[in-house]
């Protein structure tokens, strides 16, 4: 099959299978913490890093890790493409060195059709006719980039190519800008610039400090924040570790232990060891 359609087909499964209709899809790691059980972070990276998804076969984990970016709406597109990845299996497919195999392919059309569904365009759109306006309210609305709402305007029928590809070429800030919305383009920056950890493992990792055997320390470490603020925001919110009481025993309530010397040797044998 036409990796485009694959990928498609699969976004819309996905959102019927979770009950996400065609609406904007909002706080995306946590969505797909929640759909699919796997742990999803937020981590430093490189300049070329944007996303990876692994898996571990000996336990059937999947971890998926994202790059912090000043660009909210590419992040956004990294982990609907990671899921792809995921809802496809693609872990086990080898890279065959092409520029951009089918594999890849379907992950990227995944990754546009789950953020932007044509249909949610369509509903947005309805009869009137398309403008800049009307793309900036896509970008908005649907979390993407110019780029990605451009192809979807053109795929539910709303531009033409010439459109499409003029379209193609502005960036968010510009859009944003133009538009009155800069100052949430700027608070999405800082949150997709923010490093996350995975939402259970950092749950796990409470409850041990809530019991007294994971330090403060660990929960700093996989927050990326120092451990002051740790510590203040968890008191703030009430929660702090449980102070355990060590029960000692008085040698009165120790119960008495009968032991029988009888077969023991006798270490004064006047009997030379050496024969």
């Known amino acids: 099959m036409n990796p485009e359609i694959e990928g498609r087909d699969a976004a819309a499964e996905f959102r019927r299978e979770h009950g996400l209709g065609n609406q904007p899809l909002a706080d995306l790691v946590a969505l797909i913490?929640?759909?699919?059980?796997?742990?999803?972070?937020?981590?430093?990276?490189?300049?070329?890093?944007?996303?990876?998804?692994?898996?571990?076969?000996?336990?059937?984990?999947?971890?998926?890790?994202?790059?912090?970016?000043?660009?909210?709406?590419?992040?956004?597109?990294?982990?609907?493409?990671?899921?792809?990845?995921?809802?496809?299996?693609?872990w086990a497919i080898e890279d065959t060195g092409d520029n951009?195999?089918?594999?890849?392919?379907?992950?990227?059309?995944?990754?546009?059709?789950?953020?932007?569904?044509?249909?949610?365009?369509?509903?947005?759109?309805g009869g009137a006719s398309a403008d800049?306006?009307?793309?900036?309210?896509?970008?908005?609305l649907f979390g993407v980039s110019p780029a990605v709402a451009a192809i979807a305007m053109h795929q539910a029928g709303c531009i033409d190519s010439p459109t499409k590809d003029q379209w193609m070429a502005m960036t968010t800030p510009q859009?944003?800008?133009?538009?009155?919305?800069?100052?949430?383009?700027?608070?999405?920056?800082?949150?997709?610039d923010t490093r996350r950890a995975p939402q259970k493992l950092l749950a796990r990792a409470i409850d041990g400090y809530i019991e007294?055997?994971?330090?403060?320390?660990?929960?700093?470490?996989?927050?990326?924040?120092p451990v002051g603020d740790v510590v203040e925001s968890l008191n703030e919110d009430g929660i702090t570790p449980i102070e355990h009481q060590t029960e000692w025993a008085s040698a009165a309530a120790l119960p008495t232990v009968?032991?029988?010397?009888?077969?023991?040797?006798?270490?004064?044998?006047?009997?030379?060891?050496?024969?």
């Not at 379907?106 to 546009?112: E, L, V």
């Open 258 to 275: 009968d032991v029988d010397f009888t077969d023991w040797e006798d270490d004064d044998s006047d009997e030379d060891p050496a024969g």
């Open 175 to 192: 859009i944003a800008a133009r538009f009155g919305w800069a100052d949430q383009y700027e608070s999405l920056q800082t949150q997709s």
């Open 33 to 90: 913490e929640q759909t699919t059980g796997n742990d999803v972070a937020v981590l430093d990276g490189g300049r070329d890093e944007h996303g990876l998804t692994m898996r571990d076969s000996a336990r059937d984990a999947v971890f998926i890790a994202v790059a912090r970016t000043k660009n909210p709406m590419r992040q956004r597109t990294t982990l609907a493409h990671e899921l792809a990845h995921v809802v496809f299996g693609d």
């Open 132 to 140: 800049l306006r009307t793309l900036s309210t896509c970008v908005q």
């Open 100 to 125: 951009r195999p089918p594999h890849e392919i379907r992950a990227d059309a995944f990754a546009r059709h789950l953020l932007i569904p044509v249909a949610g365009v369509k509903q947005i759109v």
């Open 212 to 225: 007294n055997v994971v330090p403060a320390q660990t929960l700093a470490t996989l927050r990326g924040i």
